[in-house]
């Protein structure tokens, strides 16, 4: 079955950087896109950017262009998103989404947990 | 961007309820809109894509309609399973967006 496995919750200080993994399983990797999505605590849903696991390529929303980079290890199954320069709005639960096909997003992760506080 | 608005943006309801819940774009995005159900501390769950098909394993008492402008979806029968919260999401360009929810609360 799909599954997507994310790391674990992290806190960080504002000016800081996290990374949070995505590890898919169920299914193979190269064929499907992974896209990146977050939830700050009570509000919706917000796009982040989109990355290719075939050949790499990636969409990032315009707003974090400059502080987001997005990669994948097909050795492993995994995409990766940085996301640079936290400052506290980017507290959120941030969660992987494997794009079926053109921005159709049928597994997701649990979510992570990045909380960004002095 | 896209913009998408959804109404109501709370309900509340009782089991075996008929609920139908609306979603506006900004601007034409023909049939490219899916709807997800969300539950508290959960992630995002897939019920429609392409406006009116259901995604395997969604329960038929789900379904949606509309293109151009206006959608909706609908829950023929309310189960104390579907209290949660419901978000559309436009997938007829760049940036995907996503409408700012339906909570469904039970009466």
């Known amino acids: 079955q799909v599954q997507l496995v994310q790391s674990g919750a992290e806190v960080k200080k504002p000016g800081a950087s996290v990374k949070v993994s995505c590890k898919a399983s169920?299914?193979?990797?190269?064929?499907?896109?992974i896209s990146w999505v977050r939830q700050a605590p009570g509000q919706g849903l917000e796009w982040m950017g989109w990355?290719?696991?075939?050949?790499?390529?990636?969409n990032y929303a315009q707003k974090l262009q400059g502080r987001v980079t997005m990669t994948t290890d097909t050795s492993t199954s995994t995409a990766y998103m940085e996301l640079r320069s936290l400052r506290s709005d980017d507290t959120a639960v941030y969660y992987c989404?494997?794009?079926?096909?053109?921005?159709?997003?049928?597994?997701w992760g649990q979510g992570t947990l990045v909380t960004v506080s002095s | 961007d896209i913009q998408l608005t959804q109404s109501p943006s709370f309900l509340s309801a009782s089991v075996g309820d008929r609920v139908t819940i609306t979603c506006r774009a900004s601007?034409?995005?023909?049939?490219?809109l899916a709807w997800y159900q969300q539950k508290p501390g959960k992630a995002p769950k897939l019920l429609i894509y392409?406006?009116?098909t259901l995604q395997s394993g969604v329960p038929s008492r789900f379904s949606g309609s509309g293109s151009g402008t206006e959608f909706t979806l609908t829950i023929s029968s309310l189960q104390p399973e579907d209290f949660a919260t419901y978000y559309c999401?436009?997938?007829?360009?760049?940036?995907?967006?996503f409408g700012q929810g339906t909570k469904l609360e039970i009466k």
């Open positions: 989404a494997r794009d079926r096909s053109e921005m159709i997003y049928d597994y």
């Open positions: 169920g299914y193979t990797f190269t064929s499907y896109g």
């Open positions: 990355i290719s696991a075939y050949n790499g390529n990636t």
């Open positions: 601007q034409g995005i023909s049939s490219y």
């Open positions: 392409a406006a009116s």
């Open positions: 999401q436009q997938l007829n360009s760049y940036p995907p967006t």
